[in-house]
């Protein structure tokens, strides 16, 4: 099949390198000409694992192009991805669907023949009726564009995988048994035919999906954290609180990590915009506990920072603090609404010299935070330092040596922010070690 992706970002630019991957000529469009530039040379302007190299495979065989016309997409295929940012509104909870409506907009007009739109991007519920509206506005063919909403639940670190080999595919459509819905079927064909289950819902189902399955996976971040808050006052240890619990298959163990919290592009904005909608639609009370999910996880950054506070002493201001990690997750360069860097940036405020290590995501950071300070090499981060905060949990933090790391230090001090480093071993190198929700 021929097929666009318009918008070319985390999502759009994975998913247009992973539909080329499954036999499809692809055209991906985005206004912006230097990310179209980079992705046509096989490139990602950012870091995703494996991308670039579907990116490159695909780029050189002219299976897969980036444009910034509007006009070459539209002729390119009748079958258009949207996967476009849906960014939180500044200063408010609600989705910004700017670039969205925009993007519909500058498309309709240009199809001269009946076309399916497939929404990818994240929305309030009720966003759909408002394109279809703008469709019958601009586009010629009028009624002949049929709209589809296709949430994505991709993981950023996982977002190739997750597309090439999704958990589940949403399908929300106008009606049943639609030429959309053939289309569709037809564009996933190798994901179905290898028993991904596919579920065919109404518009405003298959908008609510992605909301509530994020509103669930921050709860239960949130709640184990919120019992880490019960643990450190109790003398309890939540990851041996967290083993037990995921025992029960009602509960399992997965997203019952205890630590520093949520951050990125997703989750924090995706409750809150689905609290703003809930509370246009006069259902806000159904979401309050949502309010709380959200609180929770920005105590366990002011946490971090009393923690930090106990262990100099009381006195912030003067001391040396390594922070590694940068990055809102390991595997990644997105450094968006970042624990790590939201706990840096805190401790520099209070008067600290903080010195920043991640293994991608140091350029992000010192665009978005210059006024502190960035060593590339784990070791190199920690010299003198009289405090070090583990915030991002890389892998490669793990397999460091804590007695080498002490060698180094002014004071073998660790906070452990994301649980993964060793106690016994580190306290065996003569580290003070400390963990959210640890004795």
Not at 137 to 146: C, L, M, R, T
Not at 170 to 184: K, N, P, S
Not at 378 to 402: I, M, N, Q, S, Y
Request: charged residues 25%.
């Amino acid at each position: 099949m021929k097929l666009t992706v318009i918008g070319c970002g985390y999502l759009g630019a994975t998913h247009a390198a992973a539909m080329a991957e499954l036999g499809h000529q692809v055209l991906g469009m985005d206004i912006d000409p230097d990310k179209v530039a980079s992705l046509n040379a096989g490139r990602a302007p950012f870091f995703e694992r494996d991308l670039d190299d579907l990116l490159a495979k695909h780029t050189a065989t002219g299976q897969l192009r980036f444009t910034t016309s509007y006009a070459e997409a539209a002729a390119f295929a009748d079958l258009h991805f949207i996967g476009v940012g849906t960014p939180q509104k500044p200063g408010e909870m609600a989705y910004d669907l700017t670039h969205l409506f925009t993007a519909v907009r500058q498309l309709a007009p240009r199809l001269t023949g009946p076309a399916v739109i497939v929404g990818k991007s994240t929305v309030p519920v009720g966003t759909a009726p408002k394109v279809i509206d703008i469709l019958r506005e601009f586009a010629p063919v009028g009624d002949q564009v049929e709209v589809c909403w296709n949430p994505e639940f991709l993981r950023e670190s996982y977002a190739v995988e997750d597309t090439l080999h999704p958990d589940r595919i949403v399908l929300g459509f106008t009606g049943q048994g639609t030429r959309a819905e053939a289309v569709i079927r037809q564009a996933y064909g190798q994901i179905i035919e290898s028993g991904t289950p596919v579920i065919v819902t109404d518009l405003a189902t298959s908008e609510m999906v992605k909301s509530a399955a994020n509103a669930f996976l921050a709860t239960k971040i949130s709640f184990i954290n919120a019992m880490a808050e019960v643990c450190e006052a109790s003398g309890a240890d939540v990851h041996l609180l967290a083993e037990a619990l995921g025992h029960d298959a009602r509960i399992g163990r997965r997203g019952l990590r205890p630590g520093l919290g949520f951050g990125g592009g997703c989750l924090p904005k995706d409750i809150r915009g689905f609290m703003a909608r809930a509370g246009e639609l006069g259902a806000d009370q159904a979401l309050t506990f949502l309010r709380e999910v959200d609180a929770i996880n920005n105590r366990r950054r002011e946490r971090m920072v009393d923690l930090a506070r106990e262990q100099c002493d009381g006195v912030i201001s003067g001391k040396r603090i390594t922070v590694w990690g940068a990055a809102f997750k390991p595997d990644t360069d997105d450094i968006r609404d970042s624990p790590a860097l939201a706990v840096a940036q805190a401790l520099h405020q209070l008067g600290a010299t903080v010195t920043v290590f991640d293994p991608k995501a140091l350029d992000n950071a010192r665009k978005a935070h210059p006024q502190l300070d960035y060593v590339d090499h784990p070791l190199g981060a920690v010299r003198d330092a009289d405090l070090l905060l583990h915030l991002t949990e890389w892998p490669e933090f793990t397999r460091l040596d804590p007695k080498a790391v002490a060698a180094r230090v002014a004071n073998p001090r660790v906070i452990d922010g994301r649980g993964t480093l060793d106690p016994v071993r580190w306290r065996a190198a003569g580290w003070t070690y400390r963990a959210l929700g640890r004795p």
